[in-house]
């Protein structure tokens, strides 16, 4: 698993950037012009995300990260998981006014986040525990924004979620 796409998000702190492309994730470090690029911008955070299909095409508009440019900035999300009834959230969603452009899970899961957020400093966690509640799905994600990151599981604890911190680093 893992060898359909792969993507990257990193941030300096003010300004979130993805990078997507076929392949492993361990063949995005062997691009030395994409490693000089990263660097060059002196990440902050860094999030790698492989993507074998269950739900969607294996094309690039459906690898992840995903990601919604938003006027308050750029917000994306990695996930490994499924959405128990796709198509029943999907139709849920769009009878709201969103529109989905890829056939992907994740993109539903950030739309939920989205949707269920509102102003003020802890926005997007209200949108993660309306989506924890709302949406019946098996997953472990990450969200992040240009200067902060949550990463969360659903409520049954299905899928694995690994992190680590090392000194002050997370």
């Given at each position: 698993r893992g060898d359909s796409w792969i993507g990257i998000a990193y941030s300096d702190g003010t300004f979130l950037r993805t990078e997507k492309r076929a392949g492993w994730i361990t063949s995005i470090f062997g691009d030395q012009v994409l490693v000089k690029k990263i660097i060059d911008r002196t990440p902050q955070m860094l999030f790698g995300q492989t993507r074998f299909p269950t739900c969607g095409d294996s094309t690039k508009i459906n690898a992840q990260p995903y990601y919604l440019r938003l006027p308050q900035g750029m917000l994306t999300l990695g996930s490994n998981g499924d959405l128990y009834d796709y198509d029943a959230e999907c139709a849920r969603q769009k009878s709201l006014g969103i529109k989905h452009i890829t056939t992907n899970d994740a993109e539903v899961q950030l739309s939920e986040i989205w949707l269920?957020?509102?102003?003020?400093?802890?926005?997007?966690?209200?949108?993660?525990?309306?989506?924890?509640?709302?949406?019946?799905?098996?997953?472990?994600?990450?969200?992040?924004?240009?200067?902060?990151?949550?990463?969360?599981?659903?409520?049954?604890?299905?899928?694995?979620?690994?992190?680590?911190?090392?000194?002050?680093y997370f």
């Amino acid at each position: 698993r893992g060898d359909s796409w792969i993507g990257i998000a990193y941030s300096d702190g003010t300004f979130l950037r993805t990078e997507k492309r076929a392949g492993w994730i361990t063949s995005i470090f062997g691009d030395q012009v994409l490693v000089k690029k990263i660097i060059d911008r002196t990440p902050q955070m860094l999030f790698g995300q492989t993507r074998f299909p269950t739900c969607g095409d294996s094309t690039k508009i459906n690898a992840q990260p995903y990601y919604l440019r938003l006027p308050q900035g750029m917000l994306t999300l990695g996930s490994n998981g499924d959405l128990y009834d796709y198509d029943a959230e999907c139709a849920r969603q769009k009878s709201l006014g969103i529109k989905h452009i890829t056939t992907n899970d994740a993109e539903v899961q950030l739309s939920e986040i989205w949707l269920s957020s509102h102003d003020g400093e802890m926005r997007y966690h209200n949108g993660i525990a309306q989506l924890m509640r709302s949406v019946p799905a098996s997953f472990a994600s990450w969200l992040a924004t240009e200067d902060s990151v949550d990463i969360f599981r659903d409520t049954f604890g299905n899928r694995p979620l690994y992190y680590m911190v090392v000194g002050n680093y997370f």
